[in-house]
């Protein structure tokens, strides 16, 4: 349940990114249609999130540090771009035209993300403050 909760969770923020962010497209034609592509993206998302990641990380671990965690911005915004390539590939009508679009979209998804979040799973925040 708490792994549909998340796909729903993310497919909405990925949504918004669309509205806000000029350069992230959705050409799904109908309601239905957005819907299903949305969470077929974050789920492409999610898979290349919880496989790249943690590669990433401990590759790039002294960059990390160096610039104390801000390269995550970049390597959000790289994993968020390969999202699209990857819906191009697998012929989903969702694309992101650029790296500038990518980073912000990335970083709104992850906002986004995190007030929503907030506001459906409030036990497990709670849960985390008290540990």
Do not use: Q
Request: charged share 10%.
């Amino acid at each position: 349940m708490r792994f549909l909760i998340k796909l729903v969770i993310t497919a909405a923020a990925v949504w918004v990114a669309t509205i806000i962010v000029p350069g992230i497209h959705l050409h799904a034609h109908n309601t239905t249609d957005k819907i299903l592509t949305l969470i077929v993206v974050a789920l492409i998302f999610g898979v290349i999130n919880a496989v790249l990641k943690p590669i990433a990380k401990t590759l790039g671990c002294l960059a990390y540090a160096v610039t104390f965690g801000l390269i995550s911005i970049v390597v959000n915004g790289l994993l968020f771009w390969l999202t699209s390539y990857v819906a191009g590939k697998l012929k989903i009508p969702f694309h992101i035209t650029g790296f500038g679009p990518a980073v912000l979209g990335a970083l709104l998804v992850g906002v986004v993300g995190w007030v929503l979040s907030l506001i459906l799973e409030p036990d497990d925040h709670k849960g985390k403050r008290n540990r």
